[in-house]
């Protein structure tokens, strides 16, 4: 793992939170947080001069926040899933759009695939095993629950 593009996804995902959910996060230096919350993950893939996936699993809890906070929802209005997972797959995207330009050359062209949202348990595990190594990991702390995205590039 490239600690470059460790640094870079890290400060990529707290920026992009902070921007467009008003949600501040923090480094977790490899702590692992334990969220007592359902977790829910998302990914997206990309191509353009590279190859690549970008996975981000986090506590039901925080997906909310990010939903009330990007929607505007008032805390006590019911939130849908489709609400929810809306929001989720927009700050993936928004993340992902934002660390290709910092790890490629800022001119390269991508196009990025829709996300696609996982809250089963055993299937998030899967498909994050089935990725093969990260290039990057980034642990973040949202408000005492867990948030790990971890960077995926396909050799050329």
């Not at 947080?33 to 690549?52: D, H, N, Q, R, Y």
């Not at 929001?87 to 992902?96: D, P, Q």
């Amino acid at each position: 793992m490239s600690k470059e593009f460790e640094a870079i996804l890290s400060d990529v995902a707290m920026n992009t939170l902070e921007q467009l959910a008003f949600i501040f996060a923090a480094s977790a230096d490899d702590e692992e947080l334990i969220s007592e919350a359902p977790c829910i993950a998302a990914k997206v893939a990309f191509e353009g001069p590279f190859k690549g996936r970008l996975f981000m699993k986090t506590s039901s809890r925080v997906v909310d926040e990010i939903t009330v906070n990007m929607l505007g929802i008032d805390e006590d209005e019911k939130v849908s899933s489709d609400q929810r997972f809306d929001a989720f797959r927009e700050t993936i995207n928004v993340i992902c759009g934002n660390i290709l330009p910092e790890i490629a050359d800022k001119k390269a062209v991508f196009n990025i695939d829709a996300p696609e949202v996982f809250t089963e348990s055993g299937d998030i595990e899967t498909t994050l095993k089935d990725q093969g190594a990260p290039a990057a990991v980034a642990k973040l702390d949202i408000d005492d629950e867990a948030c790990d995205l971890y960077l995926f590039m396909d050799e050329p």
